[in-house]
């Protein structure tokens, strides 16, 4: 499996990047409506599909469903999604309370093992994707090391950097994985900030400025929002 991909731009295609879903799949579905995805567009999840909403599965299965219907949808692999994985292969009789303990024991089959398809789509996450303008990360690159693009585990994890930019060909680092206000999210587009996240905590709706599912046109830099409705 490939580690990432660059994706070149497409005629007529319209491209949207949505990051840290975490088992919201109605509101993931809500959102989806909003945009009316066409056969010509992309659509780049940025990780973090599982845990804490309460409905991990769902949210998987409406992605396949999505790519079983021919629609371009790219799944970027996010912490939650590794966790899942190394706990399966060091500490595989701990999966299931783990998966209890955040609320994603969907992702289990009958005989209490990771579903098989769960494990596929765990797998075929990528560390990042390359477009003709942006850089596409869960959480960031470490451009303290010597090659930011081959650090992959902290692709997954980094919460601050400062991006060398010829490392990127000067290209704008979207990710997710800290999460910030809506204001700030706009404020960092409107002042053409060079890398920003745009997980506003939809699975924390609780906490004051969080809970909406962000997506980001990335051509036109317009915010699609839509609030939690689990």
Known sequence: MPKHLFIPIQANSRRFAISDIHGCNKTFIRLLEKI?????????LLGDF??????????????????????????????????VLDVLRRWPLQLKPYLKKYGSADL???????????????????????LDKFYLVHAGFDFKAEKPLKTYNKMLSIRRFTPTYEKVSQKLIIHGHVRHSL????????TNKSHFSIDNGCASHRIAGQGNLVCLNLDTKELIVQPNIE
């Open 36 to 44: 009316k995805l066409t056969p010509e567009d992309q659509l780049f």
């Open 50 to 83: 599982i845990n804490r909403g309460g409905d991990s599965l769902g949210v998987i299965k409406t992605i396949r469903s999505l790519q079983d219907e021919g629609l371009h949808i790219f799944c970027l692999r996010g912490n939650h999604e590794q966790m």
């Open 108 to 130: 289990l089959n009958k005989e209490e093992r990771l579903r098989l398809k769960v494990f596929e789509f765990l797998q075929e996450g990528l560390y990042y994707i390359e």
């Open 183 to 190: 204001e700030k999210i706009q404020a960092n587009i409107l």
